[in-house]
């Protein structure tokens, strides 16, 4: 069923949530657009304008990694300012009462986090951008620490510790899924009877497959997103609604 508007959206998202168990949110873009971060896939995305930095040239070149790093700097400010979104607050929400274990996200602007939610229970398929790590040694460092080293020899900096490259904790193109987080979002979907795909056009393989592994295993699914996806037909409840209205209604109880 597509929402016809608003108010039904909201009254029958709140029966599926009402009777539900375990309900696992899996979200994209589109929860943090409000909050000031660009959809770098979208139409017009910073990704159509500037083609990413696969995972391979990053590894070859410093000047690739320099550019990489310019680039993350060029985006800070969007980051840096960012707070939780009305859809961020709701699953915290959720996640305080209990209902909500833990979420899985295609996003790496850590705002889960910054709603409320610990560390370890957010699942991030894609990484994080807020902190940097070590490819070799898995040695984290912050932002501040790659900035001033850049700006003090002209170029990316490597690990002091042991010489590996410094890239932000986020998966690149060509770079492989990180196998614990797909094996926790995998449990994790096996896991719900109710699942929200919030905020994602589920077309990025092979995180749209977890809304489909969770309908075969007999949970509801709701999909809350600006633009029709592919899974629409099979989902109990699809909302094109705007993300931030659709649920701040679920902030305040
Ligand atoms: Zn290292």
Redesign the pocket.
């Known amino acids: 069923m597509i929402a016809p508007d608003l108010e039904t959206a909201v009254a029958r998202l709140r029966e599926l949530i009402e009777g539900s168990q375990v309900i696992l949110p899996f979200t994209g873009a589109g929860i943090s657009t409000e909050c000031g971060i660009p959809d770098f896939r979208s139409p017009g995305g910073l990704w159509t304008r500037n083609k990413p930095i696969p995972f391979d040239a990053f590894l070859a070149s410093q000047e690739m990694r320099d550019e990489s790093w310019r680039r993350r700097f060029a985006m800070e400010e969007s980051f840096a300012k960012a707070r939780p979104g009305r859809g961020h607050r709701a699953l915290a929400i959720l996640y305080r009462a209990g209902r909500v274990a833990g979420v899985v996200t295609q996003n790496i602007d850590n705002l889960h986090q910054a709603s409320g939610i610990p560390a370890a229970d957010v699942v991030e398929l894609h990484g994080n951008t807020t902190f940097a790590t ?1 490819l ?2 898995s ?1 984290r460092y912050e932002l501040g620490w790659v900035k001033e080293r850049f700006a003090a020899q002209a170029r990316a900096p490597d ?1 002091p ?4 490259h410094v890239k932000t904790a986020t998966v690149s193109f060509g770079q492989s899924m990180p196998a614990e987080a797909m094996r926790r979002a995998e449990a994790m979907t096996l896991a719900c009877d109710l699942f929200l795909a919030i905020g994602s056009s589920l077309v990025v393989w092979p995180a749209a497959g977890f809304p489909l592994m969770a309908k075969r295993n007999g949970a509801g699914l709701v999909i809350i997103n600006r633009d029709a996806t592919e899974h629409d037909d099979i989902a109990d409840l699809v909302v094109h609604n705007d993300i931030g209205d659709v649920l701040a209604p679920f902030i305040s109880h």
């Open positions: 070590c070799d040694c040695a690990c510790g042991c010489g590996g």
